[in-house]
């Protein structure tokens, strides 16, 4: 089977470089495929892409040896089966609030017996190889979004859910749900505070700690901070960004 | 019928800043249209969408008020009226390298008497309004691409074309045409004493000279040179360019 | 943020008239759009159209200033939150038949604390305004089905819930669980009793009492009676109609 | 191969009512199939179906036994052959101005000897039966459109061309070109005296004339005056009608 | 309505002969639906199709006779109440572990009293009849998946569920649960015996046994030990093989 | 810029194995992509993609090293440069009759001074490097198809034409051209004689000859006779014959 390669940098003790795809588009993906991540995440929750638009832009990354990841829309079997058929290589689940929770997720994910995924990798062994099945459950990657109130009280017993292989911390979900005033800010104590509390369970763990960065300068914080996984780039924000600032530039140079 | 604010903005004497769209998505068309250029262009020549996408793209920019504009694939009058009757307000085609030429572009973009295009505004007169059939000849826009030697030579003669409303260069292939060394150098005297030869034949003739700049930099030195629509941003660049800034960053912050 | 215009509509006191759309189009949500209409429902339920589509028609739609609402196919928060994400300004969820139903119902549109929304307004924001999440949990509007025997029994209970708008009738499938000869019968006393006793509910809790009305004579009707969001108009059963009248009219006239 | 329906039905000095797709979409094509028509035509000329929803519209209409047409965007051989290997039995050319643009038009329509189409008829066979290549030159119909000025001018030397079927009027475009006032006015002695030379020419090559009505009214007058293909109804006209009606209706009852 | 010929092919106690459709395709499906087999099933689990494609093959497939089935990707109401309202004529439930699974699978698919389907048979009544909502909980084939051993303890339980049709067997999971060493091994005498298990359940409570045989050959020895739904043949191996094969035929005699 | 493997093949004197493909499904493309085949050939002539799908083939088939060849529908500019655009490295031209339109078919595919290919490798240059513009006209093949009567007595001249990297021949079109009783008839001695003379020009200007095969017999033998590109399978024929073989069989084997 084709190794997971942010397994083999993990172990390297090098932090993961990951972009976020919300543009629905097969185009857009195999473009940022193309220019050196560590992962793409394609996000089916907030972005716009449904699975069909997936399908498409898996294999469009797959023209790269860039690590296919997703983000299920909510931890609910039918489509995290569908995403690792199709190629995924690890899946991101919003939401995971208890044990009960992750275990549900986590085993979606693998095969029996570690879990109840049923079988049927139509292309995932196209991608991986024919000996999927043997070694999926050990390739794929099952991270939990930590991202309320409930989540961080319940996080050391959600980091010890077996077969679970990190966490992935929305920001601006859990500030929302710990009260905080702006959403994703990183100077906030609190929030800070909070994603201190994850890294130790992570740690205790020995979990992949990732987050959402949204800038390189937080991603490079976070990652001194303690984060594996860190995701400093979202295509829409990106395109909307680069749209804006050459709009700008241009209007104040011609009449 | 809703008027065509290019040509407003034109009476005002200023000059346009235009977006260039290659990626196949209604999504970045309604990102990039809320941006405020004054207007889009959907390239089906050498961007990704086909007919079918460039329609919901035409829908996407519509939730705006910015002025959508579509390249042909080549001058025919197939997809000219398809588009048109999609509610494109203008048209670039491309290599048009005589007068004959650019008197078939124009008559499948006009009504008889004017030209020969066929009567079925479908979706434009939803775009802008019922009383579209009457208006359009005088609204929608005629840009021929002037992109070789040929052209060039006969710029005058193009320009003299009645029903034309401007020329659009592409100077990557005006100089591979004329056998520069690299593709769209504004730097090079050869390309910017060709882009003065069809300068003065718009001006003689009254029409809207546009350009391909590239960048916000050149956008500004050609519309300092004359030109009144210039293209200072493509969304697939933006894209790439925003993606590999934001993982070289984070990559030389972190190990 | 863009205001609900239904809200407004109803501080009035006046009713809104609501077309449905089963049509798997944007062309055709773009066209009936365009005819003036208080609001739009995509219908994810019953209706063709599914996510990928649902969101082109959710931009067709917002080439005009109809309130774009959506009836989601199941009582389940992915779909919930997607197509608030992509723009809806209102869910209609069907067979909510008890109060748990109704609050996960209400929770999964609200934001925290309200609720447990996730967080990424991926295209809201472009519709609505940057300023959507402050405003959303105010301006987007929950309408939980009432369709059962149980739903009937349970309807003062679940319009009790905090948060929720609204309630819409689906008369066919209430006839159906009452067990009534004829499907969407509106002379049928026991049906008019049933809508009686919602309407009586909606009232007391200061909702708003909706219904599938399928005609505009019932839609007249079931207003007189009460209602404050009617539907008329289905798409495909007009286009079938009309579809059906021209064919008939003209195999009479020719041989 | 199965027979061409229409063709059995002008034996027997009947007409034939057909309807117009302008929507994109399988499904409107199956209500419309559905509905009893004899024939359907897919326009990829003024509709907004390109090939790709053109294949699945018929598809949908091959639930049924309605004769599949199609107008092609242009006499040009790429789509009419694509749109004949998909299994459409019959196409309308738009602006067939002259003898040899009728004549490219039919050849491209028929097998060698009697023309130049290529041999590919990947879904015809299967819609049509193993044995479609030895009939389709009979089957197929091709009906050239006069719509102009200079096609009414040479309407016999077109309709004397071997191979072709039939015309069909495009009422607009030829009011356009001859200068009337209003479009597809059948009203204006100028039309109807246009409409009556074209109706000598086919009766005299003994070819099927075919029209664009507009109205089951416009349908019922025009088979009278002799025309034995006629259009009573266009989808998008129909949809929009009729929930403008519903909506003009329900906000005269309701405050 | 249109009767299933499923049914009436088991009442004569025949065996239906089924293909599996993970393409996601409606081309495919249509050449599939034209050799003859007695039913497809569109593989919504680990097939590739969505929900949107899978409405596109349903309309491929009823050009034809052939009884048109699906297997759901979860069970859940959204998407068995969508498949059915698209035209299915009997769904293949993954994963149905207990009698209370068996049950709410079974109530998705029946109309009140029988179940809680929500009434809205869209396509359906296209497809089947306007007399649809009247037949289809008789009709409509409900078939739950035996393919873990818990499942296989539960099987006389879920057998007996109310409105259960039969069931289908899927031995590469049920040889994964049950800890087999290699995937769907039909000499394993320990699968044989758990087929057997079920075979005596089905016979008991008079229901359809059904199974994915994989190949022609297992098909005949699995018809022959009793089931009476055998799956051959699915789309993706057969391309798969067929192109292997040529291409090794090929390079054998090619240098 | 990536190398043309076909080139390197056809360099070691070795015959390259190409298979057909006509379904318009990037799933397909990328199932037969992995079987090894030296190149596939998406056929936008007879095959149901469009330029839409042919962009998704393009990438699934990019995720191996598999050789992309398409054929274009007609001789015209616009498939041809978007084709390429999108990252074929080879095009075959149907119906190329005269050494006229051999020069416009190869004029399209090759940049000034070359030929007359507009810039803008949108896709090509993910897939082929940076450099693509440099290096395309020499990598990127050009094949025309000898398919009538008219091209057989004009070969020489065709294969004449400079930048002509091959012919490709059509033995259906070629057979119904020439008035021969079967389709595609190796044992035909006149097709024979034709095929011979096809050789002969090639060989004497050069060039690559190609044929389709159909068969993996025909290949082999065709190979031997010295075409150097020989299609032995089309994967709607592949999978047509794998299905109808398992009903077959099956049928034979169950009551």
């Known amino acids: ?10 172990q390297e003790n090098r932090t993961a470089i990951n972009a976020w795809l919300t543009i629905p588009s097969a185009w857009t993906a ?3 495929a193309h220019t050196g991540y560590d992962s793409l995440t394609l996000d089916l929750q907030h972005g716009l892409a449904d699975y069909a638009t997936a399908l498409a832009m898996l294999q469009a990354i797959s023209t790269t ?17 569908r995403l690792l058929d199709a190629g995924a290589y690890g899946l991101i689940c919003p939401m995971v609030n208890t044990r009960a929770e992750a275990e549900a997720f986590v085993g979606a994910c693998r095969y029996a017996p570690a879990g109840y995924r049923s079988y049927g990798p139509t292309r995932a062994v196209l991608y991986a190889g024919d000996d999927y099945a043997a070694h999926a459950n050990a390739e794929v990657l099952t991270l939990a979004m930590i991202e309320t109130a409930q989540a961080l009280k319940n996080v050391d017993d959600i980091a010890a ?4 292989d990190g966490v992935y911390i929305g920001p601006a979900d859990l500030g929302l749900s710990l009260g905080l005033p702006k959403l994703a800010d990183f100077t906030n104590p609190n929030l800070l505070r909070a994603l201190d509390t994850i890294l130790e369970a992570t740690a205790k763990h020995n979990l992949i700690p990732g987050i959402h960065a949204g800038t390189p ?3 490079i914080l976070l990652a001194e901070r303690g984060f594996r996984l860190v995701t400093p780039a979202t295509d829409t924000a990106l395109l909307r960004a680069g749209a804006e600032a050459a709009l700008t530039q241009t209007r104040r140079g011609v009449k």
């Open 217 to 219: 300068e937080n991603a």
């Open 65 to 81: 040896d860039v690590v296919p990841l997703a983000r299920v829309p909510w931890n609910e079997p039918a489509m995290i089966m």
């Open 161 to 164: 859910t077996p077969g679970l």
């Open 1 to 10: 089977m084709r190794p997971n390669r942010l397994k083999h940098l993990w």
């Open 30 to 32: 195999e473009v940022i």
